[in-house]
């Protein structure tokens, strides 16, 4: 069974910083990895799919890397709209789907 | 647009069935090959994935919920739903419905959530 672990669980940063999220797996699964954005009250929101690619409508602040077992979230210049809460998901064969405890970010 | 919306009853008994039910509206649950999951969030809680079904009814499902779920799918009313049996406590959260692309399984589309409390 993989495990997806979030790290740091709280990051406070201020508008127009840099964001780093980590997201490592407990073994290598697929490359089809995906990240989501939850805000307060609303339902998530699909920014990354396939480890790197924007869904639409995305803005191009974000951006996701990494394989294997180490995947990265990074929003290179932060908008207030941007502090939510962020989730890690992959796809593998058991179990099907696997999701991350999650980061929040919060404004410092 | 394609949209989803959840009902179902919003208070069920311990040991009862929790029923909802995920209405497709914009387009149809046949066209294409994606999946159609539920996935809930405890209060305060991260995102847990119940499980899915296609549209031709293959079913995948978490395995730590023991057996409990089933997933159908009803083409004629453009709907998919949830029965979980045995509730308890652990079992409140928002529960949301969700499309998931046919290659990757990435939830593309969500409904809005519907809360479900286990209580007496």
């Known amino acids: 069974e993989i495990v997806l672990t979030q790290s740091p669980a709280t990051l406070s940063l201020s508008p127009g910083e840099r964001a780093t999220l980590s997201c490592r797996a407990s073994q290598s699964g697929s490359s089809y990895f995906a990240w989501y954005q939850q805000r307060p009250g609303q339902a998530p929101r699909l920014l990354i799919y396939d480890a790197s690619y924007r869904a639409a409508g995305i803005p191009a602040r974000f951006s996701g890397s990494g394989s294997g077992t180490d995947f990265t979230l990074t929003i290179s210049s932060l908008e207030p709209e941007d502090f939510a809460v962020y989730y890690c998901q992959q796809r593998s064969n058991w179990p099907r789907i696997t999701f991350g405890q999650g980061t929040r970010l919060e404004i410092k | 647009q394609l949209q989803l919306q959840e009902s179902g009853s919003g208070l069920v008994k311990p040991s009862q069935t929790l029923s909802l039910t995920c209405a497709v509206s914009?387009?149809?649950?046949?066209?294409?090959?994606?999946?159609w999951s539920w996935i809930r969030q405890p209060p305060g809680k991260g995102l847990e994935w119940i499980g899915y079904i296609y549209q031709t009814g293959g079913t995948y499902y978490n395995p730590s919920l023991k057996g409990r779920v089933t997933i159908s799918l009803d083409r004629s009313k453009n709907q998919f739903s949830l029965s979980l049996r045995s509730v308890t406590a652990a079992d409140t959260a928002v529960y949301y419905c969700?499309?998931?692309?046919?290659?990757?399984?990435?939830?593309?589309?969500w409904g809005q959530g519907t809360t479900v409390t286990v209580s007496s």
């Open positions: 969700a499309r998931g692309d046919p290659r990757d399984d990435a939830f593309d589309i």
């Open positions: 914009g387009g149809s649950i046949n066209s294409g090959s994606y999946s």
